[in-house]
């Protein structure tokens, strides 16, 4: 196990199908003996790709972490809708598979700010019951639209049945849920057969390691710097750093709306830290690193 100095961080992981978002969490917890483990979103067990976690204090930058654009590669299965708007659903609607053109001008209406009904299977809450603890009970439950940003599909292929493109969204997009729609804006019947999620803001599948190789104790965790990759990183001296860690605030010598402050001498983080004026005012103040 690793000592309590390493396992503030963060850990990109490549989940593989099968398993659930809380399955690789409990192998990361496992694997660098920390209990404090954040999430900057789940995938479903039968999708995979990249999970962005945040270890030990390094949880209390989720909140400020970019992680938009999502991207994933999807598979859509044209010709019949499920219940779930998944492969793992029971068929509610066949129809004829559409023509590539329909496809074609169907796509800009699921592009942009859209309002999203989410599937019936989801982890959605109407007063206070999520909304597959009612599906799975057969009752029927009515979800309010949500609204969600697509910013963009890619690589669209049309392959016989089987429609596979790149999707860009916000969070909180249901890509099952575009494929339902695409399915019906064409009229014809569609669902999700599979996903990967290749990017999540800055972070890339690519450098994501395997479950395999976290479960063998073979992960490094990066530190928690990197999970900030997208504002400035503003060097503090060691009296400005001894303030920061007590919540003080600190001269502020950059002119952007946010940034990571980092001890000049370690190379640590030492704050989350966002412009008051003058100076810069910590809002996620890390222990002492150096």
């Known amino acids: 196990m690793r000592t309590a100095a390493t396992v503030d961080g963060l850990l990109l992981v490549d989940k593989p199908a099968g ?34 976690l945040l270890l030990g204090r390094a949880t209390r930058l989720l909140p400020h972490l970019d992680g938009v654009p999502k991207e994933y590669e999807a598979t859509i299965a044209l010709g019949r809708e499920t219940d779930t708007d998944d492969l793992l659903g029971a068929t509610v609607r066949e129809a004829a598979v559409p023509a590539l053109s329909a496809i074609e001008a169907a796509i800009p209406s699921l592009t942009g700010h859209l309002e999203q009904v989410p599937p019936a299977y989801s982890a959605k809450r109407v007063a206070g019951r999520r909304a597959y603890d009612a599906a799975r009970a057969g009752e029927a439950m009515e979800l309010a639209p949500a609204a969600v940003h697509v910013h963009e599909w890619r690589d669209v292929r049309l392959d016989a049945d089987r429609l596979h493109a790149v999707i860009a969204c916000g969070g909180g997009t249901y890509i099952r849920a575009l494929a339902r729609d695409l399915g019906r ?106």
């Open 19 to 52: 398993v659930t978002s809380h399955d690789v969490v409990q192998a990361a917890r496992r694997a660098f003996g920390e209990s404090r483990i954040g999430h900057a979103g789940t995938l479903d067990p039968f999708a995979t790709g990249l999970l962005v």
């Open 185 to 290: 804006l064409t009229g014809s019947a569609a669902h999700l057969e599979a996903l990967r999620r290749t990017r999540s803001g800055p972070f890339d599948v690519r450098d994501a390691v395997t479950l395999d190789v976290l479960k063998a104790g073979g992960a490094v965790l990066r530190p928690a710097l990197d999970a900030l990759p997208t504002i400035p990183h503003v060097e503090v001296d060691a009296d400005q750093a001894e303030r920061i860690l007590r919540g003080m605030i600190v001269e502020r010598i950059d002119d952007a709306p946010a940034a990571a402050l980092v001890d000049e001498r370690s190379g640590a983080l030492v704050a989350y830290a966002v412009a008051d004026g003058e100076y810069w005012q910590p809002r996620v103040v890390m222990k002492k690193v150096g």
